[in-house]
């Protein structure tokens, strides 16, 4: 269906009628100039807000739009949990080409729908507008914490250790992996198309007819298999609101915490630059996933590299003092990878042959994927 | 200055170095996942978002960024005051293409602060990321109010007078302007690149040196003269806080209030539609200025159909009791339009000659400019 048919009103309602409210907080949300939301004063309001944008943050090519949905509620949330609060509202804004039916909207609408289900979060606004050419997705997020809960990026001290929940890395070897195939594909097509110019130079019906069915029944459909656990860290990531929950139950307070978007060392530097400290994280601790290993061993990449650089994990980095050892070692996913040092011993990476590497920050490159800048 | 000069993190910190804060209740600003904010349990809070893109929201052509800075800012607060709050914090993101420069960056925040500081808001975040092709522009504001005084749209009860503040149709009216303003730019670039063509081909080099020079100091600045108002109305709108104000003294609760972003008739239809009501708008009391007149006469449009589809005006419209008529009417720059009625009258405008007409909303159409829909 055209968008056009349903209008813009008729698709805003189809978009949001049955969507339920399940925050006492949420006082009012879709339908006014405002949702309006209701904190008491023991509670702080945590907000995010992220833009993505077709052809930078993702590549509809290979990106089911319900796991784009998924996705770009998600790591709004990631932020919320990274500042050891409750997500609980969302307001998303789309602005559409016309390339986009209704039903690719609901498809994107049902990832963000289930996001917020599965974290208990209301969708309460936004905005539907149109776009000369691509998708842009801007989510903002609304949470809360109690004051002494909030952490923040600039609490870690020299001795604290620094802590990393689930695995680094697979993300971006999921995107890897994707690009490849779509490369493949890209080449199929290119030679389907080359070899019917040639038959229709020479006048050769059948086999433009022949060339042009397989071309139209050509699909991409790579074949995944022994591969799914990347291709999910890419296309499908999660919050780690657990990780936030066995902290609180475990009794720790993280000194400093953020989520892992932009890579392990980028995050690190924000966290010791706040923190004015120093920092050594060592190589052998650094979490990866088998399929991680074999991907980046198959692509002649270092694994390390791509776990300090490679983005989009969505994990936590968080610091806690040297006397939580104990407690930290017993949480489950969670790893030691180094301590926070004095500022003027600078931040570093010990290789596993005991060799001293200084962390970099990313540059900003406006054409590189994925790399975005919170505030 | 290239943006890939100052690298992300150095533009990010060059744009949010000197700016202050000036609410309590922003606990932390830029800097981390999240802004934390926090309002008492008295104050609920407000949130509303609206994403600008190039092309269609806004022409760069004409339209200098620091006004479209300031006017992205604008109409988030106007959604604030619509709902009878006060907008308190906004959140920012920006997509941009390599075109863009960081004097062009630092233009688009300059507009955006003047806004933020004539309106007492912080900014507290945001997200700077690339885009392919044009500007994007998303932008959050929360706002805080009383739960009494909330105005929603679903409150105009039959016998409740219909105002509206200012006056009507002068944005749209605007846009016309410059519109033609640049397809008369156009047709002299145009014209120039034919004749240059026309020279290249008779190898005329001293014409075609010429003529190269004339379209280098091509510039596109034409005469606004007798015009300004309407330019402003279009390039730098103004919230109407001091609506919101007045109201406020003189003790004057609105039952309905919106802000009007897509045209008068579409907001009507909003506010009856939700308040199970409708209405009677009389063409004679609609406000318009006399630069909007002339304009609409010299472009041989209607100039009650620009007033009422035009859209961007940013002015409020709100329901009264009738009770409140005297109070109302005693009001600086507010005008009584109409008057709300039983739903089964339907909504319609009664022109100069008594005549009904149905007023209609307007369609959907992803190729004109503006129109997006709040929810």
Redesign the interface.
């Known amino acids: 269906m055209e968008?056009?048919e349903?209008?813009?009103?008729?698709?805003?309602r189809r978009l949001?009628e049955d969507i339920k409210i399940e925050n006492g907080s949420t006082?009012?949300g879709?339908?006014?100039?405002?949702?309006?939301?209701?904190?008491?004063?023991e509670r702080?309001?945590?907000?995010?807000?992220?833009?993505?944008?077709?052809?930078?943050?993702f590549d509809l090519q290979y990106v089911p739009l319900e796991h784009l949905g998924y996705k770009s509620i998600m790591v709004n949330l990631s932020?919320?949990y990274?500042?050891n609060?409750t997500p609980r509202?969302v307001?998303v804004?789309?602005?559409?080409?016309?390339r986009f039916r209704v039903e690719d909207v609901e498809a994107l609408y049902r990832g963000m729908r289930l996001a917020c289900e599965r974290h208990h979060v209301d969708l309460?606004?936004?905005?539907?507008?149109?776009?000369?050419?691509?998708l842009?997705i801007?989510v903002?997020?609304?949470?809360e914490?109690r004051?002494r809960d909030?952490v923040?990026?600039d609490g870690a001290r020299a001795t604290d250790l620094i802590c990393v929940s689930g695995n680094l890395g697979a993300a971006y070897m999921g995107l890897q992996l994707m690009e490849r195939e779509k490369s493949v594909f890209n080449t199929q097509v290119e030679e389907l198309r080359r070899q019917m110019a040639e038959a229709k130079r020479t006048n050769d019906e059948a086999r433009l007819s022949a060339l042009s069915t397989q071309l139209a029944q050509l699909d991409f459909q790579p074949d995944w298999s022994g591969r799914e656990y990347l291709l999910e860290r890419q296309l499908k990531p999660e919050a780690r609101r657990d990780i936030v929950e066995a902290l609180r139950e475990a009794g720790i307070q993280p000194t400093a915490m953020?989520?892992i978007s932009d890579g392990l060392s980028s995050e690190l530097m924000h966290i010791c630059t706040?923190s004015h400290t120093g920092c050594r994280v060592y190589e052998e601790r650094i979490p990866l996933d088998y399929q991680t290993a074999v991907m980046a061993e198959e692509l002649n990449m270092n694994v390390t590299t791509c776990a300090l650089n490679g983005g989009e994990d969505y994990e936590l980095l968080f610091t806690v003092p040297l006397t939580m050892n104990e407690r930290v070692s017993q949480l489950e996913d969670v790893k030691v990878i180094g301590y926070i040092t004095e500022p003027q011993l600078g931040c570093a990476l010990i290789t596993r042959d005991g060799q001293e590497f200084e962390l970099k920050?990313q540059?900003?490159?406006?054409?590189k994927r994925g790399?975005?800048?919170?505030?």
Request: glycine share 14%; with cysteine; aromatic share 4%.
């Open positions: 968008i056009a349903l209008g813009e009103f008729g698709l805003i949001t006082i009012r879709v339908g006014d100039d405002c949702a309006v939301l209701q904190y008491t004063g702080r309001v945590l907000v995010t807000t992220d833009l993505l944008m077709e052809g930078v943050h932020d919320v990274a500042m609060g509202q307001t804004s789309l602005a559409l080409s016309k309460v606004g936004g905005d539907t507008t149109s776009s000369l050419t691509g842009a801007s903002t997020a609304i949470g914490a004051p909030i923040y990026r953020m989520d706040q920050a540059g900003w490159n406006p054409l790399q975005d800048g919170e505030r």
